[in-house]
């Protein structure tokens, strides 16, 4: 049993770092400007940045729970998932 959970955990592990190769090569084909031509340098870097963030799960639904650990609902969520992506 223990060589199964082994070679699982083996599998998984290596399964997970080509996921993440994977989006961030779709991401780069999609680092295109207005007229279709690649991106270079920062515009690039942003792009790619922007991309792999929206193919992220939105984890700040995630962190939104109250001192006491249980999830917020309503007005106090909203907030709390505002705060946690950045917007004003």
Known sequence: MKKIIIAF???FSLAIPSVAF???VACEAKAVSKEGKPLY???K????KKCMGDAKPN???AK???KDGK?????AKAASIKKC???N
């Open 9 to 11: 955990s083996i599998v």
């Open 22 to 24: 994977a989006d961030q």
């Open 41 to 43: 340098g920062a515009a």
């Open 45 to 48: 870097d942003a792009s790619i």
């Open 59 to 61: 984890d700040c639904e």
């Open 64 to 66: 939104a729970v109250s």
């Open 71 to 75: 999830p917020l609902y309503g007005a």
């Open 85 to 87: 992506e950045g917007g």
